[in-house]
């Protein structure tokens, strides 16, 4: 009786151990990205995407027999609360490699603190400056914004054959930025610019701004912002009249742009974004289902691309020597793995040597794939 | 280039209008309390909301004729909105009021967080497609594109400040919001109970503010909880403007706001041949307001009050 009762007892201490969060054996990776605010779609998604490959890993006994713990932390899109995060990640020693952020006015900030704490760090944001700025702990999977800006920019003058643009942008780092970059490529193609507009972030009002660009009589429109202002500008330009090709960065990539313009009014309207349609390939139609089976509900928009993302930072922790900081730091530049979204190698900036994008269009109220 | 003045100027009206409305509640909680109500963009905001949610409410009972429907949700709104505003005036200005001014104007931007974060925190914080009230449809008029919504916006606010000015002007009550803004003592003294008015001008002001609130979300197609600050501060530039507590002078400040605003995107571009780009609209904007108050202080219709006057109300 008392024997068992001991036994009993032991087992139990051993199963409540192996349920407590981490053990000294299991590897901790940190991510972050928006969960709350306006941005918590696109954020969740890609926290959703990597839980989801960390899942699958910890299923197969995870990387070397030890198991994954995957420990998002909301940035909010906010800069200071990015600096904190990360700060957080620093100081605790287990967390060995972090996937984030995913805007690049939060990312920036805080790479100074990730390199200095010697932190891996798989970067979704996309501005380009990102990767030049010297820091060797980063690598981005994900294309960049000069390859954003420059595939609408080349479909539209050979593709379509239009040649006389109007650019419109937010002065922000991410809207001026691409506009320019869609400036440099439309030009190169052998189109005209014939004006630039700046606008302010908060703006909702863009009627007298529109009613002037009526007049250069432009037939295409490239717009460098966020949401809603995309969709506002959108319908505000129909309901004026003009007619010109609109064309939008990764931010109106979402079903409320077309809800917000209209089904009619947004028909037509071009869109890049950095990751195909979740049924474009098997796959991909695997992922979306393992995804709808483990959250009960659809992928949203970066899935795909928090589950690559995952990818590779597992294959450099696979590939370590050691486990800790230092023996992922000396994978990550080197790894090359096939992911969910095509093969990934990186180029001395830690930029992906192939990153693809993809353009869509507005159609029957639903983006539709553009094929090249 | 007349057609293309034309165009700009019927923009201009109809935001300009929007403007107005939300001057109008500013300008009298201003004129009877010497109170700037930061919370003021918040009922702005409440609007659409709450337009929304008694309007698919409406439609889900099986509802009337749309047009009834929406009619009935417009009123609501109106009333609810207009309610909350005195309560609030009840509950968290009323007891500060013997405290000085920096406690109620304190209140009031406490007020201003807690409406918005409660909107954000029971329907999210993402813009919400808001379904325009008049269908809008573009009309072709002198060379310039109208839609029924803008028609919509203008007919609906000046209707509104008509109706204000008559109801001010005209009536009794209207009468004892004058009294109370001219003074307190003299008008409890000739038998108006001050507490009423006020409480009167904290239903109109919301009220009227909400209404700029549907007009607004119906016109751009969206609502969201932070909608009310930017806008607040707009309109309160314009009652600024037009003189603080003149009421014809908030309908003038909000209209002249929104004429500085699109004409400055409109043409600071031609006229500096490109080199100021439509990015400062806001800088010209508000270098007007200081030109303004530079050389007017009281604003463009504010009676000038003298220092005396002022303490003497508040130490009523």
Redesign the interface.
């Known amino acids: 009786m008392n024997r068992t009762r001991i036994l009993l007892t032991a087992a139990a201490l051993l199963f409540a151990s192996g349920a407590m969060p981490v053990l000294a054996d299991d590897i901790v990776l940190g991510g972050s990205a928006p969960m709350?605010?306006?941005q918590?779609?696109f954020g969740q998604s890609q926290i959703d995407g990597a839980q989801l490959y960390f899942d699958q890993l910890n299923e197969k006994d995870g990387i070397k027999g030890n198991k994954v713990v995957f420990r998002p932390l909301d940035d909010r899109a906010d800069p200071r609360q990015g600096t904190l995060v990360a700060q957080q990640f620093c100081d605790d020693s287990a967390v060995i490699g972090v996937i984030g952020h995913m805007n690049s006015g939060v990312t920036m900030p805080a790479l100074d603190i990730y390199s200095e704490c010697g932190m891996p760090q798989v970067v979704p944001a996309t501005n380009p400056e990102l990767m030049r700025m010297g820091f060797k702990t980063v690598v981005r999977p994900v294309a960049n914004d000069f390859v954003q800006g420059a595939l609408p920019a080349k479909y539209v003058t050979e593709k379509l054959g239009l040649k006389n643009a109007v650019l419109v942008h937010d002065?922000t780092v991410f809207g001026q930025g691409i506009a320019g970059v869609f400036k440099d490529n439309f030009e190169a193609g052998g189109g005209k610019v014939s004006g630039?507009?700046?606008?302010?972030p908060?703006d909702?009002?863009f009627?007298?701004?529109i009613?002037?660009i009526k007049?250069e009589n432009p037939d295409v429109v490239y717009m460098g912002a966020g949401?809603?202002q995309l969709?506002?500008f959108l319908?505000q330009m129909r309901?004026?009249?003009l007619k010109a090709q609109f064309i939008g960065p990764d931010i109106g990539f979402t079903v409320?742009f077309i809800?917000?313009?209209?089904a009619a009014s947004a028909e037509g309207a071009l869109m890049t974004f950095q990751l195909p349609p979740y049924d474009s390939s098997p796959e991909l139609k695997d992922f979306s289902d393992r995804h709808q089976a483990r959250f009960g509900r659809a992928p949203g928009p970066y899935a795909s691309l928090g589950f690559a993302n995952a990818q590779v930072m597992a294959a450099a922790v696979e590939k370590a020597e050691s486990l800790d900081r230092a023996g992922v730091l000396a994978q990550l530049h080197g790894v090359t793995v096939d992911t969910l979204l095509g093969p990934v190698a990186f180029d001395e900036n830690g930029e992906n040597t192939t990153a693809p994008m993809y353009l869509y269009v507005v159609k029957d109220g639903k983006f539709e794939l553009i094929k090249q | 280039m007349f057609d293309?003045f034309l165009?700009?100027l019927i923009?201009?009206l109809a935001?300009g209008a929007i403007y107005g409305l939300i001057a109008l509640g500013y300008t009298m909680v201003y004129g009877v309390m010497r109170l700037i109500n930061f919370a003021h963009g918040e009922f702005f905001m409440l609007g659409p909301y709450i337009y929304t949610f008694l309007f698919s409410g409406l439609v889900g009972l099986g509802g009337l004729a749309p047009v009834l429907d929406s009619a009935i949700a417009i009123v609501a709104s109106f009333v609810i909105v207009g309610l909350l505003g005195v309560a609030i005036e009840r509950f968290a200005y009323r007891p500060l009021r013997a405290y000085g001014r920096l406690a109620p104007m304190l209140s009031a931007l406490g007020m201003s967080i807690v409406l918005q974060s409660a909107v954000r925190v029971t329907v999210g914080?993402?813009?919400v497609?808001f379904p325009a009230i008049v269908p809008?449809t573009?009309i072709d008029a002198l060379g310039?594109?109208v839609?029924t919504v803008q028609l919509g916006i203008l007919a609906a606010g000046v209707l509104l400040m008509v109706g204000l000015t008559l109801f001010v002007n005209g009536t009794r009550l209207g009468i004892w919001i004058r009294a109370a803004s001219e003074s307190w003592t003299t008008s409890s003294l000739l038998g108006i109970r001050v507490n009423r008015a006020v409480s009167l001008v904290f239903f109109i002001g919301p009220g009227l503010g909400a209404m700029a609130g549907i007009m607004y979300a119906s016109y751009?197609?969206?609502m969201?909880p932070t909608?009310g600050s930017?806008i607040g501060l707009k309109a309160f530039t314009a009652a600024i403007l037009g003189g603080i507590g003149s009421i014809p002078g908030a309908m003038l400040g909000g209209f002249l706001l929104g004429a500085i605003?699109?004409?400055g995107?409109?043409f600071l571009?031609?006229l500096s041949f490109g080199y100021i780009?439509?990015?400062y609209?806001?800088v010209f904007a508000f270098a007007v307001l200081i030109l303004v108050l530079l050389f007017k202080p009281a604003g463009l219709l504010g009676e000038t009050v003298s220092e005396e006057t002022t303490v003497a109300k508040k130490d009523y």
């Open positions: 709350s605010g306006a918590a779609e002065k630039t507009y700046g606008t302010n908060e909702v009002d009627s007298a701004l009613a002037s007049l949401m809603p969709a506002l319908k309901e004026q009249g409320d809800t917000q313009v209209g | 293309y165009q700009q923009f201009a935001i914080p993402q813009p497609h809008s573009p310039g594109m839609t751009y197609g969206i969201q909608m930017v605003e699109v004409f995107t409109a571009p031609i780009g439509t990015e609209r806001d």
